[in-house]
């Protein structure tokens, strides 16, 4: 059952008037062999018969991601589970904020118009979007969203380095301060990273694919969900560089971003197309999750 506390409009401070008291989310959802999924709104629904994205009004107490995906579930029969999402581009009003989740299907889903709020859905290939009679924000929106259409966000993190940045004790027990850096990294990987440094800066967080690679006594680490470990046989440096290499090789056009404060490190990642940033932002975000 839908709470619906949410539902109603919002003036915002640039004068518009917004559906959803709680803010609005919807998603962007992109199949590379069938496009993105749109929508065409119901003649009586606000903007009717323009083209958009399933999406409505953020319920209280519930996140963006949830009511994007809630709200797919209910206009266009798309299982939560069956959704992964890969970022998120807000758009701030002051009073009322807008939230497009991106987001890759998980095996081939058959979108179904599920209620009087949608008039059709269709699969619409990217470069075909703008061809269309779009919501007005939606079309405000879409070149800045078709920049991040389908990249994932890839987050190699120099493991000995992040560790080693703060004296904590780390170095009398190697592996269990690799542990603890994975978990905090796993749960970081469910919440998600919003930083300027990031693609997209302002106005864009990631659900990232985390790949932390280990040293030394720092081995033996168990992969856990949201982070995959990789050991280093020798210089964790150069496993980074390959790690870096193959992410590159195996999504072209992937964000893939590489933790560490090593300068020839970061010179090495920056000339295959990554870039870096340093544990001391890293730390901040874990500390915050």
């Known amino acids: 059952m839908t709470r619906e506390d949410g539902n109603g409009f919002v003036r915002c401070h640039f004068g518009h008037l917004h559906w959803g008291l709680n803010g609005a989310a919807g998603l962007l959802l992109s199949d ?18 323009t083209w958009a994205l399933p999406g409505g009004a953020v319920e209280a107490g519930e996140s963006a991601r949830e009511a994007a995906t809630r709200e797919a579930h ?58 269309f009679r779009l919501h007005r924000d939606f079309a405000v929106a879409w070149p800045g969203l078709r920049e991040h259409l389908d990249r994932r966000l890839v987050l190699v993190v120099d493991g000995a380095n992040v560790v080693g940045s703060r004296p904590d004790g780390w170095w009398r027990d190697r592996r269990g301060a690799a542990e603890r850096l994975r978990d905090k990294l796993a749960a970081l990987a469910a919440t998600g990273l919003a930083d300027p440094a990031l693609p997209g800066g302002d106005g864009w967080s990631w659900w990232p694919e985390i790949v932390l690679v280990v040293e030394g006594k720092a081995r033996g680490v168990a992969a856990v ?30 964000h893939v971003v590489v933790v560490t404060a090593d300068r020839e490190l970061r010179s090495r990642v920056e000339a295959l197309g990554a870039t870096a940033f340093g544990p001391g932002t890293l730390l901040g975000h874990l500390d915050r999750t």
């Open 32 to 49: 590379p062999a069938r496009g993105v999924l749109l929508q065409r709104r119901a003649w009586w629904v606000h903007h009717g018969r």
């Open 74 to 131: 209910e206009e266009a029969d798309i299982p939560p589970a069956r959704v992964r999402p890969l970022s998120a581009a807000h758009v701030d009003h002051g009073n009322w904020r807008y939230t497009t989740i991106l987001a890759a299907p998980i095996g081939t889903l058959a979108a179904r118009v599920k209620n009087a709020e949608s008039a059709e859905l269709r699969w619409v290939h990217a470069g075909q979007v703008a061809d």
């Open 225 to 254: 969900p949201g982070v995959e470990v990789v050991e280093a046989e020798g210089e964790g440096d150069d496993k980074i560089v390959a790690v870096v290499r193959s992410a590159r090789e195996a999504g072209p056009e992937d």
